[in-house]
Each structure stands twice: as C-alpha cells, then as structure tokens.
C-alpha cells in the first residue's frame, strides 16, 4: 500500500510484504507481479511511486527475486484505477516492462500484467517421482497408494518401484476423484492401484 507508513511497515524487519515475499519465494513461486495499491491516497504521487519501486526491488532481490523479471503496477483497487483500464489519474505512468524466457513484455494494467505471467511447464519428460500421502487397503481392490505427481508419467501396465524399500510392482489402474485416467501427470493427485503389494 502506497499510503504513508503503510509501505514501510510492509517491507519492516517484521513487515508482512517482506513475510509473503519471502514465502512466495520459498515454496517457489517463479514470477511476481507488484501492484502497489492506495495510490488514490498519495494523489497519485509520481515521487511516492518510484520509491517504492526501488525500495521493493533491493528487498526483493535479496530474497531471490530479479526485480527486472517483475511488474510494478501504481493501482487503486478502491476506485479499479489501473486494474483492468488504464488510469487518467496517472499521466507519468507509461506502463510496466519486464524480462521474461521469451523477451521483453510490457503492459499499463494489472490485468496485462497478470496475462503476461507464463504458464509452468509440466515436467513429463522427466522420470516418475509421486510422493506418497497414504496408502489404502481397499476390500476387493488391494492396495492403493495416493499421491501427487510432481514429475513424470504414471499410466496402468507400468512397473513403478518404492523407495526406499525397494519393493517393485506393476500399476493396475489410475484413479483422479474416483474417475478412471489413462495417465497422471505432474499436478495430478491420484490413486493407483498395484498388484500384490
């Protein structure tokens, strides 16, 4: 929030800008976008703007991020200046440019910012690893391990192996919200059925 003493008590050694940047970065969040809200109440500061640009982009890079890869936005949500129309209130502001694999982007909004996010790559390619979170003994069915795929392809006739005991065995079936799937893939939470496990 641009307001006076909001922003720096967002970014402060205990702020909760800080908190959730740091946090968005630690479960790995790749792309970022910074709106920098209440601009309404600074009467749309130019001078308030760049600082905090610069003041989120020194703390943002400590915490891992290229602020070069990110979007900083001047919006009001109360007013919906800059959200999805560009704003009259703000005629020093010529939009937002970032780098991203594919190039150079830019945009004026917070909607042409959050289109400009690129979708993550599914990582198929790479060998199957499902962290398991349970395992049912279902009557009638056998044993059904649950889990998300975080890379790979799990598919029925494959032969999996278990770590770390080693046990290996073939995938009967694959299940998504009780439907049949002819493949899991990275994101999927699934249960498979094995055989004789």
């Known amino acids: 929030a641009a307001g006076t003493g909001e922003f720096e008590a967002g970014i402060s050694k205990d702020g ?3 908190e959730h940047a740091l946090l968005a970065y630690t479960l790995g969040v790749k792309q970022l976008i910074v709106a920098i809200n209440k601009m309404d109440t600074t009467k749309w500061s130019e ?3 760049k600082e905090i640009v610069k003041e989120t982009s ?3 890079k400590k915490v891992g991020y ?3 890869t990110v979007a900083f936005v001047p919006i009001s949500g109360f007013n919906g200046d800059n959200m999805i129309d560009s704003s009259p209130n703000c005629p020093w502001y010529k939009g937002w440019e ?3 694999k594919a190039g150079k982007t830019s945009g004026k909004t917070l909607l042409d910012a959050i289109d400009s996010i690129e979708p993550p790559t599914r990582p198929t390619e790479k060998p199957l690893r499902l962290p398991l979170q349970d395992v049912y003994k279902i009557g009638g069915i056998g044993t059904v391990p649950v889990g998300r795929v975080e890379t790979g392809v799990i598919k029925p006739g ?3 192996t278990f770590a770390p005991a080693g046990v290996t065995t073939e995938v009967k079936s694959v299940e998504m919200h009780h439907e049949q799937l002819t493949e899991g893939l990275p994101g999927d939470n699934v249960g498979f059925n094995v055989k004789n496990v």
């Open 16 to 18: 909760q800008t800080r």
């Open 98 to 100: 970032k780098e991203t």
């Open 47 to 49: 001078d308030r703007f």
């Open 58 to 60: 020194n703390f943002i």
């Open 66 to 68: 290229n602020p070069k």
């Open 158 to 160: 494959m032969v999996v």
